[in-house]
Structure formats: C-alpha cells, structure tokens
C-alpha cells in the first residue's frame, strides 16, 4: 500500500471509530437525563406523600375514622414503594456514572491514540513526499537511460552489420580454401598414382626374389622352433599381398554424433561395421559410404566391435558392462553377455564362432559359450584390460593392461602362457599378432611399439619415431600389421598414421589425414591384416583393393 493510501485508510478508522463512541455516549447521557427527571419526579412525588401524610395523621388524632386509617396505611405503603423505586434509581445512577467513567477512561485512551495516528499521518505524509522525491529521480534516471540504450543500440546495429560484412568476407575466403585444397588433392592424388604405378614396377620385380628366399630362410632358421599359435607358414605366405603404402585418405565419412570407438570389416571388405559413444552400432557399405543397416542394444558408449571368421556374427561390447551378439545377416540380437563389473574395453570370436572373449576393466578376461550365453570361464588378471586380440591360429589370446604389462593366455582353458611386465614404462594400449602367427606388435602410452617373436617370447625390435612426433594419448590406441607382415601401423594424436618397416624397425613414412583438424587419429585397420579399428568420429581408413 503506498502512503496516501495508508493515511487515508487511518481517517477513515479514526471517523468510523468516533461514529461508534459518539453513540456510545448519546446514550449515556439520554439515560443519565431520564433518571435525573424520573428522580426528581420521585423527590416530588415522596415529598407530597409525606406532606399527606402528616396532614392525615394530624387530622387523625382528632378523629378516629376508620376510613381515614385506611387513607394513611395506604400513603405509607406507597411511601415505602417510592422509597425503593428512589433507592433503585440511585443505584441506577452509579451504574450509569461508573460507565461514564469508564467511558471517560475510554476517550482518554482513544485519545492518545488518535495523536499517535496523527503523528504517523505525519510520518506518512513526509514519507509520500520523500516517495515523490524519488520518482521523481527515478524518472530523471529513465530518461537518461532510455538515451543511453539507444545509443547502444546503434552501436550494436553497427556492430551487427560490420559482423555480417565480416562473415560475407569469411564465406569468400572459405570457398577460395576449399578451391585450393581441391587443387592440392587433385594434385597430390596425380602425385600418389604416379608413385604407385613406380611402386607396383619394383615391387613385381623383387616380389620373385623374396618369394623364393623366405620359404629357405624359415626353412633353415626356424625349423627346429615351436609352432605356437597353429598357424606358423600354413597361411599368410600362401597368399600373395601387393601392399603400399597410403597416401591419402580414401573416403571421410561421418558415422556417429560422437567419437567412433570402432569398426570392422568383413571378409569381402564390402561392408563394415562401426561403434562409438553415442551407443550406436551401425553397418555401411564401404563402396558408397551410405549405411545398410543399425543394431540396437547398447544403452552407453560402446568400445569395441568384432566380426566372427564367418561373417555370420558381430560382437559389440563398452560401458554398460554387457557385451551384445547379433546375427550379421537379420540384424537381430542373438544374446547379451553380462558378469563384468566394469565397462568392457575388448572382445573377440574364437575361430569356430561358438565362444567369444572379453576384457574388462574390472580385471578380468572372460571366455563365454555363445550357445548357453553364459561364462564358461573367468580368468583373473591382475590389471585392467585395455585391449585383447586372438592370434590367426586361435589357440592363443593377447591382451594389454593398464599396468604397462602385455600377457598371452590359452584360449582354450585360459591359463597364462607368458607375461611381460617390463615392455613398456606407461600403459600397454594394445597387442596385435600377425596373420603368419609369428610375431606380435604392443602398443603403449609410453609413444613406442614393441616387436615380440612369438616362437621364443622375446622382443626384438623397438618401434618409434625419432623426432619424437608419434605420440599415443589414449589408453586404447590400437597397432597392427600389413597383411603381408611388411610394415606396422598406428594413429598418432596430431592426426597422422605412422608406418615403420618390420624388416629394418625403421619409420618408414607418416601420412597425415586432410580431413581431420585437432583431432587424434586412434587407429587404422588393414583389410585383411586386422579386421578391428580404432579411429576417429568421422573417418575409418582400410584397403581398397588392396590398397590402403
């Protein structure tokens, strides 16, 4: 309520409460005077009735009438009515003068209370011209800002066009970038095809030479050692790969709102599959890039995904602790692996497709039967799994652990067959076997890969970049082999794939991705070399008839 209105609301208190006393007290003074009259009536009217009577008495001493007995009984009963009706009436007139003073007491109190409303009238009163005052400012301060908002607001419609002008010069600029870059590429691809006709010339006259010196060399070197993972000169060398090296990318296509944690590709390399953060699987066709199909399932961020050797089934595992199997060919979920206790960052098929493995940070492995759904056996490791792959053979896993160690394990009853603990000085981030069984190739945050020969355990080469640009920033930065064995390869943090020679250890080249700014580029996949990746959100790298 402002103050006006508080002053006016106090009079009208103050009016309606005087209404109510002034009746009071008409009252009381209207009864205060009837009782005066009525009592001086009664003072009359005893007074005469004693004056009567003294007169009868008088005349009765004279005569003895019985009526003039009656006469003065009569008198004095209505003497001593008067009397108590007197007496009454004086009780009456203290009742009626006690309430006075009460009343009286009443205006006193009402009194002081009307100066007190009067002084907050007053107090009020200054308030609504202090009030005023300051309306009266504050319309002075709108004024003023309403000045200054304009002014601004030309500013800002200024700025506004000078913004417009500024982003019609970044459009210009823009488009005569990407008409340079077109040019660069389109030069850059005459370049690449030149060298590659080169390279395919020399490597079909050295492909003669090599072939015949290899089977002699295993032959003589090799025929007394073990063969390990079942597979040892029974299945890459029967195969002839005309490997080059990349350079540039092939096709950059965006897959997923988030990071894509993952792809693999079938046997054909026609079509692959893609995991990522966004907890979405999806299919594609390589040769058009457009997607062929979705697997729903996952509720997080899916880690690693994995095609069976027949094509038949895809394996898909990340942070919701489960890992899911579909059929490749209906796209229907097939069964939901679940006991780990925390997110699973690997996971394979066995050879034969009826059991599948995998890692979790929880630190186990876990080998699960595909027809029962269930675990068939759990097999503790001491660390957090980072990454697991199986060898061609089957008969051997590989996995990588967070605390820098590498270990190989029987697939078949999941005992340890060896461990390697002083590889790496930071995290092992994965460990990769070559399709001849041979070797195996680890990677870690320590930015170096390792060379094992799987025959005797023992590493033998030490894979790194000399000017120390290759650096490793993810716990699962994956490595792997050319599918001839020749070379290795993994993605570096500043968006460039490295290569280095198996033969020599030496970097053999550095490719840098066009279409990736500021990004790390996690890992590449060989069609057929190694059919899981690790890359990028909007770019997966693979062999295109059988070029990378």
């Not at 097999?379 to 053979?393: E, K």
């Not at 120390?468 to 082999?481: D, E, K, L, P």
């Amino acid at each position: 309520m402002s103050a006006g209105g508080e002053v006016d609301a106090i009079h009208r208190l103050l009016d309606e409460r005087d209404a109510r006393e002034r009746i009071c007290f008409e009252d009381a003074f209207r009864h205060c005077d009837l009782m005066h009259k009525s009592q001086r009536q009664l003072k009359t009217r005893t007074f005469e009735l004693e004056r009567r009577l003294v007169d009868v008495r008088s005349s009765s001493k004279s005569t003895s009438d019985p009526m003039t007995m009656a006469t003065i009984q009569n008198l004095e009963v209505e003497m001593k009515q008067k009397d108590e009706e007197l007496q009454r009436m004086y009780r009456q007139q203290a009742t009626v003068a006690q309430k006075m003073i009460e009343l009286n007491d009443k205006v006193e109190t009402n009194s002081k209370e009307v100066e007190k409303r009067k002084l907050r009238i007053q107090e009020l009163e200054e308030q609504v011209d202090s009030g005023e005052k300051r309306v009266e400012d504050a319309f002075a301060v709108k004024k003023r800002l309403e000045g200054e908002n304009e002014v601004l607001r030309q500013e800002i419609e200024s700025s506004r066009k000078n913004l417009e002008e500024a982003h019609e010069e970044i459009r210009k600029l823009a488009k005569e970038n990407q008409t340079l870059i077109e040019r660069l590429l389109s030069m850059k691809n005459a370049q690449a095809e030149e060298m590659n006709e080169m390279n395919d010339m020399y490597e079909k006259a050295v492909a003669a030479a090599e072939k015949a010196s290899k089977a002699k060399i295993n032959d003589k070197k090799y025929a007394n050692l073990p063969d390990k993972t079942g597979i040892l000169d029974k299945m890459a060398w029967q195969r002839h790969f005309n490997v080059q090296l990349p350079k540039r990318n092939i096709k950059a296509i965006r897959v997923h709102k988030g990071q894509a944690s993952a792809i693999a590709y079938d046997k054909s390399g026609k079509t692959l599959v893609s995991c990522g953060t966004d907890a979405a699987v999806r299919m594609l066709d390589t040769k058009s890039g457009s997607m062929v199909g979705t697997l729903s399932g996952p509720s997080k961020a899916v880690l690693d995904i994995e095609y069976s050797l027949d094509d038949k089934l895809i394996i898909a595992a990340g942070n919701d602790m489960r890992a899911i199997v579909w059929s490749a060919e209906t796209k229907r979920m097939l069964a939901t692996l679940t006991g780990h206790t925390n997110k699973i960052c690997a996971c394979a098929f066995a050879n034969d497709s009826k059991k599948a493995y995998t890692g979790s940070h929880d630190r186990t492995v876990r080998i699960w039967d595909l027809a029962k759904g269930a675990c068939r056996e759990k097999i503790p490791c001491g660390s957090a799994v980072n990454y697991l792959s199986v060898c061609a053979g089957g008969n051997i896993l590989g996995t990588a652990h967070m605390d820098c160690s590498v270990r190989l394990w029987s697939a078949r009853d999941g005992n340890q067959v060896a461990a390697w603990t002083d590889l790496h000085t930071r995290q092992a981030t994965s460990v990769e076997f070559s399709e001849d069984g041979i070797h195996a190739v680890t990677n870690s945050r320590d930015n170096t890969l390792r060379l094992i020969d799987i025959r005797t355990y023992n590493s033998i080469k030490v894979f790194k970049d000399p000017a120390g640009n290759y650096r490793n920033s993810h716990n699962w930065n994956n490595a792997c082999f050319s599918p001839d064995g020749k070379y290795v390869v993994a993605g570096s943090r500043d968006s460039e794939l490295f290569f280095w020679n198996v033969k020599t250890g030496k970097l053999e080249g550095i490719v840098w991705t066009l279409y990736l700014r500021d990004f790390s580029l996690e890992t590449p996949t060989f069609f057929g070399a190694s059919r899981t990746a690790r890359t990028l959100s909007d770019i997966f790298e693979g062999f295109h008839d059988r070029k990378f």
